[in-house]
């Protein structure tokens, strides 16, 4: 049978039954739908393949066991949300899943393998009628020769596929009306979320999200709001959480979701890029609207003493805020980012007849990379304390920041504390891993490492940045809509450019954000040309589904521990090692689907190529074989 969401689907038995000149028929059908374009010669044989070797495979099986005719099939079957993310086949092997995809090489690529686990991998998170049973990712070569079992996917020739097949099923059968019509809700990208929201679509709340804890987060805030109102009193909230949590989703979703609360919020940023991105996602006019710029906005409330339209002040990174003296470098105001926000919620309950604040920071972890970003929360409790303010601020945080505002009113909640990293939802480990690396606990990292490679997160390292170019080009081919680029630190001025990886002042200087995050696979201008490259002050409260870090000779492991070498700088700066720590704390941490770490072939990191390999990360594979023998 047709339908809007696959090419053909029915039971094996109608499969063989059907003419295979219907069968491709309908799969052009489904492609012109989707993708508006007519198959081409490539893909046409590519379809003929598929349909010859899965055919034969199932007729054989059939004379075996006649249950498997009653197995459910679809070809094309397309995730929805997904950007036209389309495994091959699947087939409803009782009550057990295999994953196909075909390819007409005789050799597998790494590429190829970690494909077909990520739709697998998908299926299980996203997929309501698949969550929680057994699916198994099989890559099927048209022209290969022998098999290859690497524990959770097969790679498999034509001969063999039955065999596996077969040994793959499960006793029961699953219902295939239900599992094609079943939810499918993706956790989207922060771009992908901004625009839903601000066209009244909120994000789907998968499994990972509802465990996150963000639901509950945001229903403490909207009553934090509603009683700050109802009391008229200040009140100063904040969220924590680690690396990729949701935070400035969360954010984004109380300024524009809260039904009661609409015009009467305000998101601001002082990560430029990021307001770069969002913007140019939305659009004009609209995209200025939904987030404005931290820095310009604490000019107007600072020097102009502007009072806020608006009654709830929602901002990012509420632990890097400019110290006194940054804010007097940069904008000749004597007082600190803290001071300015605070002395702009008490003007907002003081001056406007509504008489009621509530200030909510978005608290990150590890992640100060900008001179006089590094005084950190002690700041806010001095703000909100006599006799920097006039009004009573109530504060309200999680159980690990109550000792900083010990001087006044705390209000604990667990939920302001988001502890589970959305953008590596299958790899909730990683940001302990990076904190493992980083302090060269490099056994700890290791045993970390496994336990993420089994949530299908990929963590390979080369030295051949065109390896990476390639695995990543050939591992997204058919997925329009991830992004994958590079990203670097800002410290190495020297190594890297020679390397091939522009990230010096000027060429870093050229790169748009908006287009580089968000603008088509095709265009120059996107992070997927490899070509251009953002350092960690592009890409901090960004992602990538795979970002390339290029690794600097500003860090390099010694042989017991890590040689740090950060950037001299015109500003005084309190822990310049610090910065750089983080540097690679905010590089490390960017993935959604993984990372490769690319280290120029320059002997000064041949000990630092060792003590990645240490800690886990898995040479980014030239071949099937070599594949296998790094993942035994």
């Known amino acids: 049978m047709d339908g809007d969401s696959w090419g053909w689907a029915g039971s094996v038995r109608s499969f063989l039954g059907l003419p295979r000149h219907r069968w491709e028929q309908s799969l052009e059908t489904h492609l012109a739908r989707l993708m508006r374009m007519a198959p081409s010669q490539s893909q046409r044989e590519a379809w003929m393949d598929e349909h010859d070797i899965l055919s034969l495979s199932l007729r054989e099986l059939s004379v075996v066991d006649q249950a ?18 389309r495994p091959d086949v699947v087939v409803l092997a009782g009550d057990r899943l295999v994953v196909l995809e075909f390819k007409t090489r005789g050799v597998a690529t790494a590429a190829d393998v970690d494909q077909v686990r990520a739709y697998a991998r998908d299926l299980g998170d996203y997929h309501a009628h698949s969550h929680g049973r057994v699916i198994t990712p099989m890559l099927v070569l048209a022209t290969g020769r022998g098999s290859h079992d690497l524990g959770d996917v097969i790679v498999t020739d034509a001969p063999n596929l039955g065999h596996y097949l077969y040994e793959r099923r499960g006793d029961y059968s699953i219902e295939l009306d239900g599992w094609l019509e079943s939810d499918y809700e993706p956790l989207p990208t922060l771009i992908a979320a901004a625009k839903r929201i601000w066209s ?3 994000p789907p709340h998968v499994m990972t999200a509802l465990s996150a804890g963000i639901p509950q987060a945001l229903d403490y805030l909207f009553g934090v709001c509603r009683q700050s109102e109802v009391e008229r009193t200040a009140s100063l909230a904040f969220v924590t959480g680690v690396p990729g949590s949701g935070k400035t989703l969360l954010g984004l979703r109380l300024v524009y979701e809260g039904t009661d609360l609409q015009g009467r919020a305000a998101f601001l940023s002082g990560n430029g890029p990021l307001v770069d991105v969002l913007q140019h996602a939305l659009g004009g006019r609209e995209g200025r609207a939904f987030v404005r710029d931290l820095h310009k906005a604490i000019v107007d409330y600072g020097r102009k003493g502007r009072v806020p339209r608006e009654n709830i002040l929602v901002f990012d990174e509420a632990q890097r805020a400019w110290d006194r003296a940054r804010v007097h470098q940069k904008h000749g105001i004597d007082a600190s980012e803290p001071d300015l926000l605070i002395q702009a919620g008490e003007r907002i309950a003081t001056e406007r007849s509504d008489g009621w604040a509530v200030l909510l920071g978005l608290v990150g972890e590890g992640q100060e990379i900008y001179v006089g970003e590094e005084a950190g929360m002690e700041q806010w409790s001095d703000a909100a304390s006599p006799p920097n303010a006039t009004r009573r601020w109530t504060v309200h945080c999680a159980p690990k920041l109550a000792p900083i505002f010990d001087r006044h009113d705390v209000k604990v909640a667990d939920v302001l504390d988001l502890t ?18 980083l302090d060269g606990r490099l056994a700890a990292s290791a045993r970390r490492a496994t336990a993420i490679r089994s ?53 870093t200087r050229r790169v748009k954000y908006g287009p580089w995050y968000d ?29 390339v870090v290029c690794w600097g000779a500003d860090f390099t492991w010694s042989g017991t521990n890590w040689n740090m070498n950060p950037k001299r700088r015109r500003d005084p700066v309190d822990d310049p090692q610090q910065l750089l720590l983080n540097t690679y704390r905010v590089l490390l941490t960017r993935g959604r689907d993984g990372l490769v770490v690319y280290l120029p072939p320059d002997p000064i990191l041949d000990t ?3 003590a990645l ?8 594979p030239e071949s099937i074989e070599t594949y296998a023998r790094a993942t035994a």
């Open 68 to 85: 498997i005719l009653e197995w459910g099939i679809a070809f094309e079957y397309e995730l929805p949300l997904e950007g036209g993310r």
């Open 200 to 202: 009244k679509n909120p």
């Open 420 to 437: 589970v990293s959305l953008r590596s939802r299958r790899a909730e480990e990683l940001h302990a891993w990076v904190a493992d690396l």
């Open 455 to 507: 949530q299908d997160f990929t963590m390979y390292v080369t030295r051949d940045l065109d390896d990476a170019r390639r695995y990543l080009h050939d591992r997204y081919d058919d997925e329009p809509d991830k992004r994958f680029g590079l990203v670097a630190t800002s410290h190495d001025t020297k190594l890297l450019p020679r390397s091939g990886v522009p990230n010096d002042f000027q060429a």
């Open 519 to 547: 603008a088509p696979r095709d265009d120059p201008l996107s992070c997927c040309s490899l070509d251009s490259a953002v350092t960690e002050f592009g890409c901090q409260g960004l992602e990538l589904d795979m970002p």
């Open 608 to 610: 630092t190529e060792h």
């Open 613 to 620: 390999l240490a800690a886990g990360l898995l040479p980014l």
